[in-house]
């Protein structure tokens, strides 16, 4: 019981990352995948003033980031086409490549038209062409559409590029910490501040929309749960009872919220009826039953407890009844999160002393472990389930990383100063 109360008070206390701004971010690929396709993305003509987004880079890094792809350096690249009537393949072919993306951006000031096309290298047939239009704050976003559309194309799944992250920073003001929740985009650039407090910010969880973002706050010097709405900045506390409240998570329909509550003694999972404001107890006894999170079909849920003396993930069906142990090996694992398509859970394991991001199988309820740090924590799933993304410990301190299922890719997000908690990718 000690031990789960310490990760648990490491958890609250260590939230951090400063306020970032794209100029501050570097992504470093700190680990690559022997298998990787390799494709080539030549930099897109441009006629215009399209400023300092370079629309090749940002694909480049997103798919190279996937660890499906290896991408070609622009250096190493024989001709740079714009025009598919003048690819020459064989320059291609004799670089090894199997796919080529070239394009063209148009436009000046406010508005953009952007024109692509993918190829196949061996046998010349162009897989896709696409054209679209983006505003001269979104052309970011519309690379990572584009990359998105690539990696569809070619694996057959969902990219999730084109999605966003939520992470709780912090930084020094005036002497003092400053707590910031931030969302921004999957690669951590275009930060945007959603609530900033002198006292704790911790939890982000995404509404399945990405509409809204329930946390926890202690800005009134006690825990409560609020919920807030991203286009408004609305937002309203839907728990603040006695003791813990904490650990929220929406269910798949947006309709509920599982969360943890002290309110009757030992920390236990409950179930809030966004609507009517009832709660539904799920777990009940001395241990300490927390960080619950909701099966893709909302019949069961997930939760972290040491009732059996050692932190361990359960089972439990949504609406109540008996709890069912999922892990058995290790002496920790904690923090599970479903896959969306309810094939797999990631957790944190503890692997001789460290703790690691693991995924089970749930059929073979085999374990892979994915990352090799010593304080590795807060798993998420890519919305596509491709990739993962957690809080890891380098260089003493905390930075995000993004490890792909398979444990073949690994990269790291950091920003020039401060460090980096409780990252959660939403849709």
Do not use: C
């Amino acid at each position: 019981m000690m031990q789960l109360t310490k990760i648990l008070l490491i958890g609250l206390m260590a939230l951090s990352i400063s306020t970032a701004h794209a100029a501050g971010l570097t992504i470093e690929i700190t680990k690559g995948s022997q298998t990787a396709v390799p494709i080539s993305v030549v930099p897109f003509a441009q006629q215009g003033s399209i400023g300092n987004v370079k629309l090749s880079d940002i694909i480049n890094s997103d798919l190279a980031g996937s660890g499906f792809f290896k991408v070609l350096a622009e250096e190493d690249m024989l001709t740079k086409p714009s025009d598919p009537e003048k690819v020459n393949f064989k320059d291609w072919q004799v670089l090894g490549q199997d796919y080529l993306t070239i394009g063209q951006v148009q436009g000046n000031g406010g508005s953009f038209t952007i024109q692509f096309q993918l190829f196949n290298v061996q046998s010349g047939q162009m897989l896709m062409g696409y054209k679209l239009t983006a505003g001269a704050h979104e052309l970011r976003r519309a690379a990572h559409y584009i990359s998105d559309l690539i990696y569809e194309k070619l694996t057959g799944r969902k990219g999730a590029f084109n999605t966003r992250i939520a992470y709780v920073s912090t930084h020094v003001r005036n002497g003092n910490k400053q707590y910031t929740l931030q969302v921004a985009d999957a690669d951590g650039y275009n930060p945007r501040t959603i609530a900033e407090s002198p006292e704790p910010i911790m939890a982000p969880a995404w509404s399945p929309d990405g509409s809204k973002i329930a946390y926890v706050s202690f800005h009134t010097k006690r825990s409560e749960v609020w919920i807030q709405t991203l286009a408004t900045g609305q937002r309203e506390s839907v728990s603040s009872y006695r003791g813990i409240n904490g650990a929220p998570a929406f269910s798949p329909d947006g309709s509920k919220l599982a969360l943890t509550l002290s309110k009757d003694g030992s920390p236990d999972v409950y179930v809030l009826n966004l609507t009517n404001r009832s709660l539904t107890r799920l777990t009940a006894g001395l241990s300490i039953d927390t960080e619950p999170s909701w099966s893709a079909d909302g019949t069961s849920i997930v939760y972290t407890s040491d009732q059996g003396g050692k932190p361990q993930l359960y089972l439990v069906p949504s609406t109540g009844g008996k709890s069912t142990r999922l892990t058995f090996n290790g002496d920790y694992n904690a923090r599970g999160r479903f896959s969306s398509d309810g094939r797999s859970l990631v957790m944190v394991t503890a692997n001789g002393g460290d703790y690691r991001i693991a995924v089970m199988d749930l059929a073979s309820h085999t374990v892979n472990v994915l990352s090799d740090g010593r304080l590795d924590d807060a798993p998420s799933f890519a919305p596509n389930g491709s990739m993962v993304l957690f809080s890891a410990n380098k260089g003493g301190r905390s930075v995000l990383s993004v490890v792909s299922t398979d444990g073949a890719m690994q990269q790291k997000l950091a920003f020039e100063s401060g460090e980096v908690r409780e990252p959660a990718w939403g849709p």
